[in-house]
C-alpha cells in the first residue's frame, strides 16, 4: 500500500494572503463597530443626564391643579371599568345558567310532530322565547301541556300561533314563553 501525501494549501497557491486580509478587515470592521457603539452609548447617557435634568428644574404643579386636570378623566375610566364589568357579569350569568338542564328538558318535551325553529333564552329576566311549527292544534296544545309539567318551567304561555293556509298540511306556526326556574 502506498502512502497518501496531503498537503494544503496546494503549492502554487497564495492562501496565506487571502487569510490574512479578510482577518485584518474583519478587525477592522469590528473596531469600526466598537467605536460607533462607544459614541452611541455615550450619547444616550448624555441624553439620559439632560433629561433627569430637565425633569428636576420643572416646577410641580399645585396639587389642586393636578386633581381638577385628572379627575374627568379619572371618572371617564371608572365608568368605561363599570361598562366592562357590567358586560363581564352578563356573561358570568350566562355561562352559569342550567343550560345542559334546559336543552334536556326541551329534548324530553319535544316531538316529531313538533319542530323547534328557534329558542331565545333571556338571562337576564329568566324567560324563554320558543317558535316552532306543530303539525296541528292538539300535538301544539299537547306540547304546551308538557312544558308545563316540566319542573325547570313555569308561567307557560301560548303567546299566538298562525294556521299556515298556503302549506297543504296546514302547519301551525307559534310562539310561547316560559319563565326558566332558576333553582333547578
Known amino acids: 500500500m502506498s502512502r497518501l501525501k496531503l498537503s494544503f494549501p496546494y503549492p502554487g497557491q497564495n492562501i496565506r494572503g487571502v487569510d490574512l486580509s479578510l482577518l485584518l478587515a474583519g478587525l477592522i470592521v469590528l ?88 329558542l331565545q333564552p333571556n338571562v337576564t329576566n329568566r324567560t324563554l322565547r320558543i317558535r316552532g311549527e306543530a303539525r296541528n292544534m292538539a300535538v301544539l296544545l299537547d306540547f304546551v301541556e308538557a312544558m308545563e309539567r316540566e319542573v325547570i318551567f313555569e308561567k307557560v304561555h301560548l303567546v299566538n300561533y298562525k294556521i299556515k293556509q298556503d302549506n297543504p298540511y296546514r302547519p301551525i306556526d307559534f310562539l310561547l314563553t316560559a319563565v326558566w326556574m332558576a333553582g333547578t
Open 31 to 118: 473596531l469600526v463597530v466598537f467605536y460607533q457603539f462607544q459614541r452611541i452609548s455615550e450619547a444616550s447617557g448624555d441624553w439620559s443626564t439632560r433629561v433627569e435634568k430637565l425633569e428636576k428644574e420643572q416646577p410641580r404643579p399645585a396639587a389642586a391643579t393636578t386633581r381638577v386636570r385628572t379627575s374627568p378623566r379619572g371618572r371617564e375610566v371608572g365608568q368605561e371599568i363599570g361598562k366592562e364589568l357590567e358586560k363581564a357579569n352578563a356573561i358570568l350569568r350566562q355561562i352559569n345558567l342550567p343550560w345542559e338542564t334546559l336543552f334536556d328538558s326541551i329534548e324530553h318535551i319535544a316531538t316529531e310532530d313538533i319542530a323547534l325553529l328557534s
